[in-house]
């Protein structure tokens, strides 16, 4: 238990305008979506936030009318350099009310304050300013001869970094001249209605971003509909099969960002506090709702007993609780059915012979929420290494030899990112070699910029997001 007590630090609510009921947002303005409404709640209290509506095939076809009307009579015809300054417009508006967005994403979602506050809307407003800057240059990007615009963009996005993601798809599309049309999670769509409120405050030409709220439904009947020129998803890999599936022999074009099971990997000459520093941004930040979270650590015989004992030590010191407190480390799992999912999982770690532990914290009587949890002594084959808990649990399997932790860390469905801790230059060369995976992280973890690009191999997904190769899936080129 933490050896003294922190008076609350709550952030104010009162920055955030909510409104009662939320509508579609096609073609520059707010409508009512023809299925049934929705309840977004916090999942840290289960207090309803507000009514979303339910988008339709209807109002998802006139969503992609409305992008297709804006792409040929207005987006398509502007130069690189005025689509540019609205992307800018957009990134400052991000940040003037970045307090907003922090306080309404963690509202939403029920991740930490200071995680949306440092992390996820400064992230979100970067990636503007970063495709901003290329929206003229796009000929001189390495993209291929005449770099141009799809069209119209269908876009998927999850829960997990709800503005975030929303960022990634968006800023690219546009800087590349596309139009958009944007499904948000059904639990966290209330960032994505007040990006389309800063849209508007951007002046940005109605129908260029349209955002159609509504669960699996929606989200298929962006899939299917037949004027997207390209899809970009991001979610779960069961989900993105069958994307790929319903696209297949279309003239649809599509990314995918999906699952992950990272390794993270601590060799004995690594510097331990430095390396459990990592372990626990690695699978303990956003509540290991992350896709790239290191949620096996492979720690190196020798070391894992010391590695073990003070990351339980660390652990200890984790403040879980109200999202919107300053304080607070691990906010609330974001909805009943992902707790579920964990608990199912994590049970069955314990009944195949995994060992348990949790820092026995104090949880919350109302809302969703699940302590920090390592298992020891797990096998590759037990499930809660195979399959991706999307929660605050790490899976701690042990090595001896570099050989040994690359054929482990390789030995998952997906690939993602990794992470190497040791002081060896070398070693870190060659094992980022090895590695099948998109991001390798080397004596750090979960690092962002909107300047490096970011992607799976395998199971994980195809197609990078960020950076120069961020821009490419959205452009064609040749003659
Ligand atoms: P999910 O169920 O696949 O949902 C992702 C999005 O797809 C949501 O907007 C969802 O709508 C929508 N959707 C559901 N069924 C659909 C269908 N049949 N057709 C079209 N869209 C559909 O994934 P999730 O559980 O929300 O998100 C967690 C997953 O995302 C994890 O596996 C995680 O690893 C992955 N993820 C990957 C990355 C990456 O960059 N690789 C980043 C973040 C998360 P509703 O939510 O409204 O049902
Ligand atoms: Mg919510």
């Given at each position: 238990m933490p050896t003294f007590e922190y008076a609350p630090a709550p952030e104010s609510r009162s920055v955030v305008d909510l409104r009662t009921s939320y509508g579609l947002f096609i073609n520059g303005e707010f409508v009512d979506g023809g299925g049934t409404a929705f309840k977004s709640i916090s999942p840290a209290t289960e207090e309803v936030l507000a009514e979303v509506s339910e988008a339709t095939d209807a109002d998802v076809d006139a969503a992609v009318k409305a992008a297709r009307t804006a792409y040929t009579r207005v987006w398509s015809r502007m130069s690189g350099a005025d689509r540019g300054k609205y992307l800018y417009r957009i990134a400052r508006i991000l940040q003037e009310r970045a307090r907003e967005f922090a306080v309404l994403e963690s509202l939403d979602n029920g991740k930490p304050i200071k995680e949306s506050r440092d992390v996820d809307i400064p992230l979100a407003a970067a990636h503007f300013f970063y495709n901003a800057g290329w929206a003229d240059k796009l000929e001189f990007a390495s993209l291929g001869p005449n770099p141009r615009a799809h069209g119209v963009v269908g876009q998927i996005i999850p829960w997990n970094f709800p503005m975030l993601m929303l960022a990634w798809k968006i800023a690219p599309a546009l800087?590349?001249?596309?139009?958009v049309v944007l499904k948000p999670a059904e639990t966290t769509p209330l960032?994505?209605?007040?990006?389309?409120?800063?849209?508007?405050?951007?002046?940005?030409?109605p129908g260029v971003v349209n955002i159609v709220t509504g669960a699996g439904p929606t989200g298929q009947a962006i899939v299917d509909h037949a004027g997207i020129d390209k899809l970009a998803f991001t979610g779960s890999t069961g989900v993105g099969k069958m994307i790929a599936r319903a696209i297949a022999g279309t003239r649809k074009k599509a990314t995918l960002e999906l699952g992950g099971k990272a390794a993270n990997i601590v060799f004995d000459d690594a510097p331990i506090d430095q390396a459990?520093?990592?372990?626990?941004?690695?699978?303990?930040?956003?509540?290991?709702?992350?896709?790239?979270?290191?949620?096996?650590?492979?720690?190196?015989?020798?070391?894992?007993?010391?590695?073990?004992?003070?990351?339980?030590?660390?652990?200890?010191?984790?403040?879980?609780?109200?999202?919107?407190?300053?304080?607070?480390?691990?906010?609330?799992?974001?909805?009943?059915?992902?707790l579920d999912r964990i608990v199912a999982l994590t049970d069955a770690g314990e009944s195949e012979g995994a060992e348990r532990w949790d820092n026995g914290c104090e949880l919350p009587s109302k809302g969703f929420w699940f302590r920090p949890t390592v298992f020891t002594g797990v096998t590759q084959t037990h499930r809660i290494a195979q399959e991706e808990i999307f929660g605050p649990v790490l899976s701690v399997l042990t090595f001896r030899t570099p050989q040994e932790a690359v054929a482990k860390a390789n030995n998952t469905p997906y690939g993602l990112s990794a992470g190497i801790w040791t002081e060896k230059g070398s070693r870190i060369l060659w094992m980022a070699d090895q590695l099948k995976a998109g991001v390798v992280w080397a004596n750090t973890f979960n690092k962002f910029d909107p300047t490096s690009p970011f992607g799976g191999y395998k199971e994980s997904g195809y197609g990078r997001e960020g950076g120069r190769h961020g821009l490419e899936p959205y452009v064609k080129t040749g003659a």
């Open positions: 800087a590349t001249g596309n139009t960032t994505a209605l007040l990006f389309a409120e800063v849209c508007q405050q951007a002046d940005l030409p459990v520093e990592g372990i626990v941004n690695g699978i303990f930040f956003n509540q290991g709702h992350v896709c790239c979270a290191g949620s096996r650590l492979l720690v190196q015989e020798s070391i894992a007993d010391e590695v073990e004992r003070r990351l339980k030590r660390r652990l200890d010191t984790l403040r879980v609780g109200d999202p919107l407190d300053k304080n607070t480390d691990v906010g609330a799992i974001n909805s009943r059915a992902q």
